[in-house]
């Protein structure tokens, strides 16, 4: 089990940019996938990237289809820290983000995940 807390996030126009963060307690972290999910008022949380440690400089990722090519999410293991950095946001990127881990393989579903943070707001304005 992880503790996740995440940081980051704000106000900012469209085309901007923001990077999160989010820090994790516990020293199973190298060992977990670890991914952003997003939720915006009135929507579903919805998955937004995942990454693995492959082992060495190996990295397994995966992205929605909505971020691929303006979000790269990385990961700190020495920091036991997760990052996703945010380019070219849209205003429809307005949401309440979170960070997840699962000791099981990179999934966009959210059901897989057991630990989860408390959430960073990103608000993009037009």
């Known amino acids: 089990q992880v503790q996740l807390v995440e940081s980051g996030g704000g106000l900012v126009q469209a085309g901007g940019s923001l990077r999160l963060s989010c820090a994790a307690s516990?020293?199973?972290?190298?060992?977990?996938?670890m991914a952003w999910f997003r939720q915006a008022p009135g929507k579903e949380r919805e998955f937004v990237a995942a990454?693995?440690?492959?082992?060495?400089?190996?990295?397994?990722?995966d992205y929605a289809d909505s971020v691929k090519g303006r979000f790269t999410i990385s990961r700190d293991n020495a920091k036991s820290t997760l990052y996703l950095q945010m380019n070219n946001l849209k205003p429809e990127d307005t949401a309440v983000y979170y960070c997840?881990?699962?000791?099981?393989?990179?999934?966009?579903?959210?059901?897989?995940?057991?630990?989860w943070g408390q959430g960073t707001q990103v608000t993009v304005s037009s």
């Open positions: 997840a881990g699962t000791p099981s393989s990179v999934t966009p579903q959210k059901g897989a995940y057991d630990d």
């Open positions: 990454i693995r440690w492959g082992g060495g400089f190996t990295y397994y990722a």
């Open positions: 516990g020293r199973t972290f190298r060992s977990y996938s």
